[in-house]
């Protein structure tokens, strides 16, 4: 089995930060330490949608809605980050960390950007 764990969610301002940590483990997760990771979001009402992805190489992916704005980060293969800045109210939504290309998502994480 693979568990992925997410952290670091809250309440902040607009124009505030939040970086969101996502730990991985498992005895399996050897089997899928190769592959790309990413966090999701999913607003309420709204369909869960990619945020940003890094392959093993280090190559990112965003979404246009949070590029220059956030950043994605793995520092090694059972922990990735997403740092987000500028965040705006329509960030607001569960942040899921992903493995993907399989079925194993985290618990999720609520952020939520209000004044």
């Known amino acids: 089995q693979v568990q992925l764990v997410e952290s670091g969610g809250g309440l902040v301002q607009p124009g505030g930060s939040l970086r969101l940590s996502c730990a991985a483990s498992?005895?399996?997760?050897?089997?899928?330490?190769?592959?790309?990771m990413g966090w999701y979001r999913q607003a309420p009402g709204k369909e869960r949608e990619l945020v940003a992805s890094i392959t093993r190489g280090g190559m990112t992916t965003y979404a246009d809605s949070v590029k220059g704005r956030f950043t994605i980060s793995r520092v090694n293969a059972r922990n990735l980050y997403l740092q987000m800045n500028s965040l705006k109210p329509e960030d607001t939504a569960v942040y899921y960390c992903?493995?993907?290309?399989?079925?194993?998502w985290g618990q999720g994480t609520q952020v939520t950007v209000s004044s």
């Open positions: 992903h493995l993907i290309g399989t079925s194993f």
């Open positions: 498992g005895s399996i997760f050897s089997i899928y330490a190769m592959d790309a």
